[in-house]
């Protein structure tokens, strides 16, 4: 299974904080079990985004778009 992981604040610059990359590795990590693939983090000035992904047909061929 995949899974997503996220905050968002809209007066929020999460882009200038090293914490919030912390907290949402900390949460992509505990979603690892769920999707062991792949894996990625986004943060832009209003939210944070993680996902994981677990490949069932194309495990070598394919990456999921963050």
């Not at 914490?19 to 832009?44: Q, T, V």
């Not at 996902?51 to 069932?56: F, I």
Request: hydrophobic share 35%; net charge positive; glycine share 4%.
């Amino acid at each position: 299974m995949c899974a997503i992981a996220g905050f968002y604040r809209a007066n929020a610059d999460f882009t200038k904080k090293e914490i919030y990359k912390s907290k949402i590795s900390a949460m992509k990590n505990s979603l690892i079990h769920r999707g062991p693939d792949d894996s990625n983090i986004y943060c832009s000035k209003s939210a944070c985004l993680a996902h994981t992904r677990l490949s069932v047909r194309d495990l070598r061929g394919s990456s999921q778009p963050m």
